[in-house]
Each structure stands twice: as C-alpha cells, then as structure tokens.
C-alpha cells in the first residue's frame, strides 16, 4: 500500500466532526517507507487563518508559567488561592474561569501553571485587564506575589477543535504536559495528523486539552494528558504503541518539530480539576 493509500485510509476511521486541511501530493508520490515518512508534505495556499481551520469558538485561554522562588513555594500557592477567590467573586465581571492549576513535579522544579479560559474572545480579555489594572485589592495580590516568583511567562492559547474540552476530572490525578515548539508554516499538518492521532488514545480517556499559540511564544502545541499515576501512564503509552496507526501519526508529526519539553504535574489544591 504506497503512502497515499494509507493516509486516506487513516482519514476513513476519523470521527466525522473532525476538521481537516487539504494538503498537496507533491510528496506523497515518495516511495513508502522510511523516506516517505521523513518527508513533510506542503500546505495549500489559503485565505482563512490558520486558528480559523484549527479552532471552532472564541474562546481565548491564557497559561500563567511562574518559576517561584525555592523558599516561598507555600507562600506563592497561598497567594495565588487568594487571587483565584478574587476573581471567582467576580466572575460575571471578569469573564473568565481557572481550568486548571498545577505545580511541576517533573522536569522544570519550582515552577507553577495556571490556565485560565475567557469566554468572549481577547475582547473579555482587554475588560478583564483593565478591572484588574483598577482594582487596588488584586494590584496588592499582584505586589506580594513578586516577591514570591523568579521570573514570569504568559502565552494566549486557542484551543484544538478535536480536542476534549478540558473538562474538570475528579479523584487524584496526575497531569502531563507535553509542549512543542514547530517549524514556522506547519501548524495545519500538526493538526491535521493528530486528528487522526487521538483515535488512538481514547481507550484510557486520558486526552484533556490540547492548544496551540496566539500571543506569546508562537507555532507553541501544548498537549494535556491525564493519568492516574507514573505507571498508568506508562502502561498507557506502551499499549498506544500497539494500535495500528499510532506509529504513522508519529512518523509524520516528529519531522515538524524543532523542540519538544515534557513535564508532570500535580493540581494544586484549588485547581478545578484534580
């Protein structure tokens, strides 16, 4: 079966709701096998945004990533639970909600994310900045929370359309967060592939979000995955890799990626979902 053979019979098992972006066959004449799986295919020239193809509603979700002080690691978490009390009193104002809080416990120590979703596009989010700006309770918040913190980073997201929605879960999990920076021009083909690719990880549910870059760090993916513990996700990994067409998604994805950064996460315990 040559390559083009295999792509539009991996494009038959995707759920109808799925939304793909053509792509060109320059490449996919490539003789099948390792090469052709090398081989990134072109975008056709459009006239519609890429977040457009990509994202469905507008909704703008924000990641906070603070890299907190080693001593004022309690400190920190229990001024930011304040702010999140400060801003669920005013939730009708401010337009936005906290999806999910969380400190690293592998990979980049002493660091917290915070995501939050704001329901009305970066309009709400221009409001929102401006009751923050005027309000003198959470500027305070805002103050003490310097102390706390080393240094700060704030990226705005959309969120995948044929992605789960992020929606809170309960009991004690585990959250891993794998983040990749792609070549400039390929955010469709990531898309496109891993589309396909989460009908092969839907058995153990532990898809939760997974979002791409608008302000900040730019062509940034951000996948969400959500395990009971290190060894369930273990398990679930090693079991992907045995579900035909996992290793295709994988093959035609890693040719688009310059850096990828793993970490696991633990909910905070005022995180909506744990």
């Known amino acids: 079966m040559n390559t083009l053979n295999k792509i539009t019979a991996l494009s038959s098992a995707v759920p109808k709701n799925a939304r793909f972006i053509t792509t060109t066959s320059s490449c996919l004449n490539a003789d099948d096998g390792w090469l052709s ?4 295919r072109k975008i056709e020239p459009t006239k519609e945004s890429h977040s457009r193809m990509l994202s469905d509603k507008e909704i703008v979700y ?11 690691v309690d400190k920190y978490l229990k001024n930011y ?47 929102a900045k401006i009751l ?25 997201l959309l969120a995948f359309s ?64 959500c395990y009971k513990d290190l060894q369930a996700r273990r398990e679930t990994r090693e079991s992907t890799w045995r579900n035909p067409g996992w290793d295709e998604c994988v093959a035609y994805t890693v040719p688009l990626i310059r850096e990828m950064h793993c970490r696991i996460l633990e909910p905070t315990e005022f995180s909506p979902t744990k």
């Open 81 to 127: 639970a304040t702010s999140v009390a400060f801003v669920e009193s005013r939730k009708a104002d401010l337009g936005c909600e906290l999806v999910g809080s969380w400190t690293v416990s592998v990979g980049d120590m002493d660091q917290a994310l915070h995501l939050w979703r704001y329901v009305g596009g970066f309009e709400k989010i221009d409001k």
């Open 37 to 40: 799986k090398l081989l990134v």
């Open 132 to 156: 923050f700006k005027e309000n003198p309770e959470y500027r305070a918040l805002e103050k003490e929370r310097g102390n706390f913190v080393r240094s700060r980073h704030l990226q705005y």
């Open 162 to 225: 044929f992605w789960p929605s992020g929606e809170p879960r309960t009991a004690n999990n585990i959250y891993e967060i794998r983040s990749y920076s792609l070549k400039p021009g390929t955010m469709i083909e990531w898309g496109n592939n891993w589309a396909r690719g989460l009908t092969y990880r839907r058995a153990k549910n532990e898809a939760f979000a997974g979002y791409f870059s608008q302000i900040g760090r730019l062509y940034n993916v951000h996948h969400i995955w």
């Open 62 to 72: 924000a990641l906070h990533t603070h890299n907190i002080r080693p001593d004022s």
